[in-house]
């Protein structure tokens, strides 16, 4: 059997219109697109094969709402051989409403970045998908990392901007999401200016991440506090990073944080 040769963006629009197909044929069939141990976050971390309601936390529906309409709006990939990754926006229409709270139906804007490896028969190994919407202050800490690990050189950058604006790769397919509406930055220059905006915000790593680091890729998913002067609390948010190695050192190509 010939072996199947793509591009890095033609194998990630794939993979991402296999998962679309498989949201808009409901129930568990979004499952199937993940590598058995990956981790997602919906905003929070959870594992995809056993999450409950994983395809509803994804399009952003209750219940008693349906998915009418979902499609990409913006996509880009880059890869290594044996891994692929992207970054990119879903534009959600949704149906039906909450006969409790007078819900009704709308749209959902829907940040994505995943990370798909052929260890893992390219399925999705690591992914993010959330709605734009600032951190807020909680005293509980968030549920920890499923299947958490020792952090690594990936995890570092997560909680420190100045490290991770130094670590970001010089690649075309750079792309950073922060949790508010105006974060989004695709390529270099644009990823580079959004990082810098944070330097001075305090972040804390939240307990254990999950990181994991082949030959040709790395990735770690993370809890991160973020500590907002005055407020008694910190701010919960979590964060997907996928890196390449560059030498001895590692190279950020995506990242997406989210509110939790």
């Not at 052929?118 to 951190?135: G, H, Q, R, T, Y």
């Not at 950020?252 to 944080?257: D, F, G, L, N, S």
């Amino acid at each position: 059997m010939p072996v199947e040769t793509l591009s890095a963006d033609a194998r990630a629009h794939k993979i991402l219109d296999a998962q679309l197909d498989a949201l808009r044929a409901g129930g568990d069939a979004i499952v199937a697109t993940f590598a058995p141990d990956a981790i997602v976050l919906v905003p929070d971390a959870r594992e995809a094969k056993t999450a409950p309601m994983l395809r509803e936390a994804i399009v952003r529906t209750s219940p008693h709402q349906q998915l009418a309409d979902i499609k990409v709006v913006k996509l880009v990939a880059g890869g290594r051989d044996g891994a692929v990754w992207w970054s990119g926006e879903l534009a959600i229409t949704i149906t039906g409403g909450e006969p409790q709270t007078g819900q009704s139906g709308g749209s959902a804007h829907v940040r994505v970045t995943e990370l798909a490896t052929s260890d893992a028969d390219w399925k999705v190994v690591a992914a993010a998908f959330s709605e734009a919407s600032k951190p807020s202050m909680q005293r509980a800490a968030p549920a920890p990392i499923p299947s958490a690990t020792d952090a690594g050189p990936v995890s570092a950058f997560a909680a420190n901007a100045k490290q991770l604006d130094a670590a970001l790769a010089d690649d075309p397919s750079v792309a950073v999401f922060g949790t508010d509406p105006d974060e989004v930055a695709y390529g270099k220059t644009a990823a580079h200016a959004l990082v810098a905006k944070w330097a001075g915000a305090s972040f804390a790593l939240q307990g254990k991440p999950r990181e994991l680091r082949g030959k040709t890729w790395g990735f770690a998913l993370q809890n991160v506090d973020l500590v907002v002067p005055g407020d008694k609390y910190p701010s919960r948010m979590a964060g997907l990073l996928i890196a390449v190695p560059d030498g001895d050192a590692w190279r950020v190509v995506a990242a997406q944080y989210t509110s939790i």
